[in-house]
């Protein structure tokens, strides 16, 4: 990878700061200063330091995206707006929605380049749970309640158990559900199946991953630490291995 492109990947700067600041000399690999922007670098064996500060290159990146509106789950599209289209350019890189949110759905939706994490939060093998808030016209009842708790008959599968928590029950009724699989309109199918309709819809939790409430539509932050340590944990994986611990 070329030097310039690794720290700016990194977010040491943008490229054409980069470039200049490596041609000054302040930049050095394996201890010596290099001054080609071009110079190909190993970013898992050599030590790149930027103004005295060491620069190491992080192979997986994590951002939660509280998902606006009117946005595709997808990496590109030649006419609609993407989540991915939402992270600055230079963040990019390789990154992919875990799972798919309907264009009309907000909420939290995590976005990664580690493909294994990705794959295991989404396998049916282990039953993530996602919880989403959902604005229902219709009466939601007690009897929606435990149907929800057998689980929903569709035409092409049965849904698992569902929690159905009713908040308000008017003509517009306020509801949180959690689903353990993530079927193609799981929700807005499961509603039509007891003949009510979904209006709004935002998804609050995925496993241990609770929506920040600090951001606002179409605002991200990678995620912490500890969000990552139990994710990961739920998944039996290691923080950012992207490898697997079984
Ligand atoms: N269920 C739906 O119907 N839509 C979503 O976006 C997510 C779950």
Redesign the pocket.
Known sequence: MRLDKYLADMNAGTRSELKRDIRKGLVTVGGSVVKDPGRNVEPLTETVCYRGRKIEYETYVYYMLNKPAGVI?ATEDKRMQTVVDLLPEERRRDIFPVG???K??EGLLLITNDGELAHRLLSPKYHVD?K?FARIRGRVTDEDVIAFARGIPLMDFTCMPADLVIERSGEISEVTVI?RE?????????FEAVDKE?IY?K?LEMGSLILDPELAPGEFRRLTEEELRSLSALAGLSPGSGARQE
């Open positions: 789950s798919r949110l309907d009309d759905t996602k989403y689903i993530g079927k193609f309109h799981q929700i807005k199918r499961m979904v819809l998804r």
